[in-house]
T-cell receptor, first 114, second 112 residues
Framework: AQSVTQLDSHVSVSEGTPVLLRCNYSSSYSPSLFWYVQHPNKGLQLLLKYTSAATLVKGINGFEAEFKKSETSFHLTKPSAHMSDAAEYFCVVSDGPGRRALTFGSGTRLQVQP | SQTIHQWPVTLVQPVGSPLSLECTVEGTSNPNLYWYRQAAGRGLQLLFYSVGIGQISSEVPQNLSASRPQDRQFILSSKKLLLSDSGFYLC???????????FGPGTRLTVT
């Protein structure tokens, strides 16, 4: 069975400071991992994905994540937060293609203070 | 490029009334299709998925049903809504054999 734990339900940062959203996973197989972002009353947008290639994955809007197998982590980072980054972020794991293979974390709400 | 549409955007329905939410995908063929529900302050719950026309798998027993009458059309229905059916409903698609899913804009359903 696979599972995802997002370690912080809320994170607050000041504009221009770094962002760190933490995620730990468990999976019986070599997983694919994703980060999605959801702005209020909107659908989810794929930020980035890890699929067993490079362990440092670059995504859209300046976000990146590092896959650390030894720590079973896939933390999301951004060097400098922007007001538009305020949203809910979901860490997601898949251990197989297609069908019902995605397991979502409970989400981290990112606040960006001016 | 591929796009996914959902309608209506918002819906307010009384308890006991029927429901029909529609999702369509453009720019791809034979996608896997998914319905999720997101309750307030909670994560996403997979309700149904489909790997082809007329092929529906249910993840959670409930009073909702899904149908796929065409390759790129996915419909979520109910004969009688419950208060607990309120939530944000998201449709998603993925390519056959791929893990990443792409989400629609969602429908906000309020059952009163």
């Amino acid at each position: 069975a696979q599972s995802v734990t997002q370690l912080d339900s809320h994170v607050s940062v000041s504009e221009g400071t770094p962002v760190l959203l933490r995620c730990n996973y468990s999976s019986s197989y070599s997983p694919s991992l994703f980060w999605y972002v959801q702005h209020p009353n909107k659908g989810l947008q794929l930020l980035l994905k890890y699929t067993s290639a490079a362990t440092l994955v670059k995504g859209i809007n300046g976000f990146e994540a590092e896959f650390k197998k030894s720590e079973t982590s896939f933390h999301l980072t951004k060097p400098s937060a922007h007001m538009s980054d305020a949203a809910e972020y979901f860490c997601v794991v898949s251990d197989g293609p297609g069908r019902r293979a995605l397991t979502f974390g409970s989400g981290t709400r990112l606040q960006v203070q001016p | 490029s591929q796009t996914i549409h959902q309608w209506p955007v918002t819906l307010v329905q009384p308890v006991g009334s029927p429901l029909s939410l529609e999702c369509t995908v453009e720019g791809t063929s034979n996608p896997n299709l998914y319905w999720y529900r997101q309750a307030a302050g909670r994560g996403l719950q997979l309700l149904f998925y489909s790997v082809g026309i007329g092929q529906i798998s249910s993840e959670v027993p409930q009073n909702l049903s899904a149908s796929r009458p065409q390759d790129r059309q996915f419909i979520l229905s109910s004969k009688k809504l419950l208060l607990s059916d309120s939530g944000f409903y998201l449709c998603a698609w993925s390519r056959q054999g791929a893990s990443e899913q792409y989400f629609g804009p969602g429908t906000r359903l309020t059952v009163t």
